[in-house]
């Protein structure tokens, strides 16, 4: 981003309430200059290809690709664009995750205007970013780290106990309902517990995470 330039952004999320609405709000502060948007993450790929916008503010659960194979394929055709991540996912791992991949702002749904804004502007210059909601379990997370608190030599320690639990059953065949009834979770849970492995494990599809699973030894009868 040029010296005196405002931040030209692309808006990458599959709930069009939200993505207009963001739009508007954004636009109408004539602090930023949205360029596009895009409704899951290979629309959002092609369009900052194509546009080059200084940040992509993009959502981690999208159809067809998630947020964070979004994130790598960015950069690894357009490095000088920023990614900050806006999303409903708080937990330690999601934000590790998500800067592992190379995003360098996270936000969650609930940040305001002014957050949001103060991110972008982060994000075009280079910086990185976490919401104020984000920073004390982000540096808690590393401060267990640091102190040996958390779990070592067990595979994808990126995964929650209960994700793994669920990705053991995955590996293992078993369908989204007789992984619920297994595990006495109701049906919205497990789409949920499944959703965030494959956007941990960043496949695509289930096939990709149980042979993944399979290769670490989870699922074999």
Same mark, same amino acid.
Do not use: C, W
């Given at each position: 981003?040029?010296?005196?330039?405002?931040?030209?952004?692309?808006?990458?999320?599959?709930?069009?309430?939200?993505?207009?609405?963001?739009?508007?709000?954004?636009?109408?502060?004539?602090q930023?200059?949205?360029v596009?948007?895009?409704? +899951? @993450?290979?629309? $959002?790929?092609? *369009?900052? #290809?194509?546009?080059? /916008? =200084?940040?992509? &503010?993009l959502? %981690?659960? !999208?159809?067809?690709? +998630? @947020?964070?194979? $979004?994130?790598? *394929?960015? #950069?690894?055709?357009? /490095? =000088?664009?920023g &990614?900050?991540? %806006?999303? !409903?996912?708080e937990? +330690?791992?999601?934000?590790?995750?998500?800067?592992?991949?190379?995003?360098?702002?996270?936000?969650?749904?609930?940040?305001?205007?002014?957050?949001?804004?103060?991110?972008?502007?982060?994000?075009?210059?280079?910086?990185?970013?976490?919401?104020?909601?984000?920073?004390?379990?982000?540096?808690?997370?590393?401060?267990?780290?640091?102190?040996?608190?958390?779990?070592?030599?067990?595979?994808?320690?990126?995964?929650?106990?209960?994700?793994?639990?669920?990705?053991?059953?995955?590996?293992?065949?078993?369908?989204?309902?007789?992984?619920?009834?297994?595990?006495?979770?109701?049906?919205?849970?497990?789409?949920?517990?499944?959703?965030?492995?494959?956007a941990?494990?960043?496949?695509?599809?289930?096939?990709?995470?149980?042979?993944?699973?399979?290769?670490?030894?989870?699922?074999?009868?």
């Amino acid at each position: 981003m040029s010296a005196g330039s405002i931040p030209r952004v692309l808006l990458a999320d599959d709930h069009p309430v939200y993505r207009d609405g963001l739009r508007l709000m954004l636009s109408s502060t004539g602090q930023v200059e949205v360029v596009g948007t895009a409704a +899951d @993450g290979h629309e $959002a790929v092609a *369009r900052a #290809l194509d546009l080059r /916008p =200084d940040v992509v &503010v993009l959502d %981690l659960q !999208m159809p067809g690709l +998630d @947020g964070l194979s $979004a994130t790598e *394929r960015i #950069l690894a055709d357009a /490095p =000088d664009t920023g &990614v900050l991540v %806006l999303s !409903m996912h708080e937990d +330690d791992d999601t934000v590790l995750a998500a800067m592992r991949a190379g995003a360098r702002g996270y936000l969650l749904k609930g940040a305001d205007q002014t957050e949001i804004l103060r991110a972008i502007t982060a994000v075009a210059g280079g910086e990185i970013i976490f919401g104020q909601a984000l920073a004390t379990r982000v540096s808690g997370y590393f401060s267990r780290l640091a102190h040996g608190g958390l779990t070592h030599g067990e595979p994808f320690p990126q995964l929650t106990p209960r994700e793994r639990e669920v990705l053991e059953l995955i590996a293992a065949g078993l369908s989204n309902s007789e992984i619920a009834e297994r595990l006495f979770l109701s049906p919205k849970t497990v789409r949920n517990n499944v959703s965030n492995v494959f956007a941990k494990l960043q496949v695509n599809d289930r096939a990709q995470a149980i042979v993944q699973a399979r290769e670490a030894g989870l699922g074999r009868r």
